[in-house]
Structure formats: C-alpha cells, structure tokens
C-alpha cells in the first residue's frame, strides 16, 4: 500500500555499528525487491535487489533478506558510515522492474 | 556513463498555471517512467513507456497530466492546469533489460504549486 503523513520512522545508529531496516511489502505477488537510497535533494538510488527465488543477496557492506511468508524485507548495513545517513526505501515489483510499488520509508541517521 | 537529465530543477508557479518537465534517460535505456514523490512518502507511478509506447499510466490523473516520448529517447510531462496537491517532486527513471532492469532516477523536478 501507500505510505501517508510526513512522519517516517527514524532509526538512529552509532557510527561504526551495523544497521538494520525493514520493510513489510504488501502483494504476496511480487517477485522482485529493491532498495533505494535517496538523500535530500536527490533522486532515489540503486543500493541492492533480490527475486523472490532467493532469500539473502549480500553486496558490498549491504545484505538484504527476504521473508515470503510474512512478506518481510530487510536490509542490513555493516559498519555503517556518516554518508549512510538518507532515508532508505523498499519497493517491490509484480513483473520484475514494471509497476514498482514503492513503501513509506525510514530516515537512517548516523551519529559519529 | 551519464544518468538520467532532467530540467527544470525547480519551478515555482500558480495554481491554474502550465508547467513542463523534461527528461533525458541514460542512453540506450527503451523503458522511461515518470514518477511523483510528495513529501515523506516513496515515489508513485506515473506512467510507464516502452520505447515510444505507453506501457502502464493507469495512476495518471489525464485530465490534467499529460506525457510524450515521440522519438522513443526524451519524455516531456506537462501539468495544464497545475492544483496546490500537484507539488511535489516529479523523477523520471529509466531501466534496460540489458542492464538487468534495474530502475535508475533522475535528480527530480521540484514543483511548488501556491
């Protein structure tokens, strides 16, 4: 579904410490998950995708998971970095990449 | 490699008035979007082109929004006439399956309506 109000859930993490978000899709349909980044004043930005043919994909410092059967997604940063800092979306796809279904957010900040 | 252009990067006009975004996705890349993200909530489709063909604009409110790929490369989207909800940031994307499908956004427009 879509996201209402301009209240995101904030996560707040320690510089060095791993970070984890989580996102909770909505059509048990989809078949393709990604996450973006998106900064302020910037446009979203490819982090790390996943098919729902799997249920972990590791990249660099980022892992993503995915859950079927409660229809959970998480990503995972290690070591998370200043520049980690934006608000992080999770966006799922019924015809891998077509119609994709953006969530509602969650603003990561990164205290040094 | 160049990512998706788009201008203007901010446009202030009147409720009622007309205003027109400009896209240039990366090269190569057939399938365009157009999304609108309002502030604290994740971008939402637009519409959707394959090429020059419209794929998907079914959340396109048409009687006011209007968008065109003539030469299957540079999309326009025009708002006749704009409303105080139209502000907002309006990002075009563009994917290949080439490059695996993978979904990249432009900068945005941002658009304030008063």
């Known amino acids: 579904g879509e996201s209402v109000g301009l209240h995101l859930p904030t996560l707040s993490v320690q510089e060095g410490d791993n970070s984890i978000i989580n996102c909770a899709y909505s059509?048990?349909?989809?078949?393709?998950f990604i996450w973006y980044k998106q900064e302020s004043g910037k446009g979203p930005q490819f982090i790390i995708d996943i098919r729902s043919n799997m249920d972990k994909r590791q990249g660099q410092r980022v892992t993503v998971l995915l859950n079927k059967t409660v229809k959970h997604l998480s990503l995972q940063i290690a070591a998370t970095q200043p520049g980690d800092s934006a608000v992080y979306f999770c966006a799922e796809s019924v015809e891998y990449g077509n119609k994709l279904v953006f969530g509602a957010g969650t603003i990561l900040r990164v205290k040094s | 490699e160049a990512g998706v252009a788009q201008s203007p990067r901010y446009k202030i006009i009147e409720k009622r008035q007309s205003v027109a975004f400009w896209c240039n996705p990366i090269?190569?890349?057939?399938?365009l979007y157009w999304y609108q993200q309002i502030l604290g909530q994740g971008p939402k489709l637009l519409i959707q082109?394959?090429?020059?063909?419209?794929?998907?604009d079914s959340q396109l409110p048409k009687d006011r929004f209007s968008a065109e790929r003539l030469k299957g490369v540079d999309s326009t989207l025009k708002i006749q006439p704009a409303k105080l909800e139209d502000s907002a940031v309006y990002l075009c994307a563009s994917s290949s399956r080439l490059s695996g499908n993978t979904i990249y956004f432009g900068e945005g427009s941002w658009l304030t309506v008063v």
């Open positions: 082109f394959q090429n020059n063909g419209v794929v998907d």
């Open positions: 090269s190569g890349h057939a399938t």
């Open positions: 059509n048990s349909a989809s078949d393709y």
